[in-house]
């Protein structure tokens, strides 16, 4: 079994930076795809950023210029650096992650338990 666990959220002011970090744990055997997803109050989940194994990346529209999604594979770890950060990226902010495990026939999808971030004067 694979664990992500999000860290590094908080209350920052309109215009200022955080950033995420996800760190996965457990039997891993290997890592493919992951993302960054959030939810707002009221809203849907949305996908916010990915990356692939190889480092390859893409973002929601609404993020393109602010974020970058980062990956350190030898340490099982992703990070978001946000940047000039809106109030409306208030949301909780999940770790998303395609594995397989070491314990577990099968690939499939793990998530983490969220990290909030508020933007708000």
């Known amino acids: 079994q694979v664990q992500l666990v999000e860290s590094g959220g908080g209350l920052v002011q309109p215009g200022g930076s955080l950033r995420l970090s996800c760190a996965a744990s457990?039997?891993?055997?290997?890592?493919?795809?992951m993302g960054w997803y959030r939810r707002a109050p009221g809203k849907q989940r949305e996908l916010v950023a990915t990356?692939?194994?190889?480092?390859?990346?893409n973002y929601a529209d609404s993020v393109k210029g602010r974020f970058t999604i980062s990956r350190d594979n030898a340490k099982n770890m992703m990070s978001l650096q946000m940047n000039s950060l809106k109030p409306e990226d208030t949301a909780v902010y999940y770790c998303?992650?395609?594995?397989?495990?070491?314990?577990?026939?099968?690939?499939?999808?793990?998530w983490g338990q969220g990290t909030q971030v508020t933007v708000s004067s």
């Open positions: 998303n992650a395609l594995v397989t495990s070491s314990a577990i026939l099968g690939i499939y999808t793990t």
């Open positions: 457990g039997s891993i055997f290997s890592i493919y795809d």
């Open positions: 990356i692939t194994s190889a480092g390859s990346t």
